[in-house]
């Protein structure tokens, strides 16, 4: 089976860094997914990691241990419209398995 | 159109009702996918469809049937519903179901069942 944790609310001020966390524990592994999704609207990719280390998306960096089962999610120079929900996904098999959200606030 | 699309946007049905979500994606994916969306739970992978067979299926009750008459569209079934299964359902497309590939998702159908 598939156990995805990561934390249920962040809050953070404009211009500043987040860092949400994802570990996961899982039957096989064919990289990890964030997807961000606004409410109401569909989840939208940020990032796929496949192999250890950071990955470096313009203001969206994530990382990737395998050892660890452990991966972040960078967002920095935050702006407003980043206030979402930020979903770590594994991929595995046929199955692409989600976590619960983070959900991110940024406060002005 | 481009991407993924799911039609209707909102569903108000009664449990005696028979229904169909419908999704159609225009990238040329080979994989298509239902989710289920619940208030604060993740989501809940239901159905996997390979090349227009099915190659998952999550343990979903039997009141949800899945279709997928060819590689572009992906229908859902709704019959009986309870109460329990209002939620959104996203649809969703990537290039292969068997390798870590990028998933794109619909807007989702809002479903209310009453």
């Known amino acids: 089976g598939q156990n995805i944790d990561q934390p249920t609310e962040m809050t953070a001020t404009e211009g500043a860094i987040v860092q949400i966390n994802c570990t996961y524990q899982?039957?096989?592994?064919?990289?990890l997914f964030w997807y961000q999704q606004h409410a109401g609207e569909a989840p939208t990719f940020l990032s796929y990691?496949?192999?250890?280390g950071l990955e470096e998306k313009g203001r969206f960096s994530s990382f990737l241990s395998r050892s660890k089962g452990y991966s972040y999610l960078l967002l920095k120079e935050l702006q407003m419209k980043d206030s979402a929900s930020y979903l770590c996904?594994?991929?595995?098999?046929?199955?692409?398995?989600f976590g619960a959200g983070t959900t991110v606030t940024v406060r002005a | 159109e481009t991407g993924v699309t799911q039609t209707p946007r909102h569903l108000v049905m009664g449990m005696t009702n028979k229904k169909s979500l419908k999704c159609e994606q225009h990238?040329?994916?080979?994989?298509m996918y239902w989710y289920k969306q619940s208030a604060k739970k993740p989501l809940e992978l239901m159905f996997v469809?390979?090349?227009?067979?099915?190659?998952e299926n999550n343990s979903v009750p039997s009141r949800f049937s899945p279709e997928c008459p060819n590689s572009s569209h992906l229908f859902l079934h709704l019959h009986t519903l309870q109460p329990e299964d209002s939620a959104l359902y996203l649809c969703?497309?990537?290039?292969?179901?068997?390798?870590?590939?990028?998933?794109?998702f619909g807007q989702g159908t809002r479903l209310t069942v009453v």
């Open positions: 990691n496949v192999l250890d």
């Open positions: 969703a497309s990537s290039q292969a179901a068997d390798s870590g590939t990028e998933a794109f």
């Open positions: 996904a594994v991929s595995n098999d046929y199955k692409l398995s």
């Open positions: 469809y390979s090349l227009e067979e099915r190659v």
């Open positions: 899982t039957s096989g592994f064919n990289g």
């Open positions: 990238l040329g994916h080979n994989a």
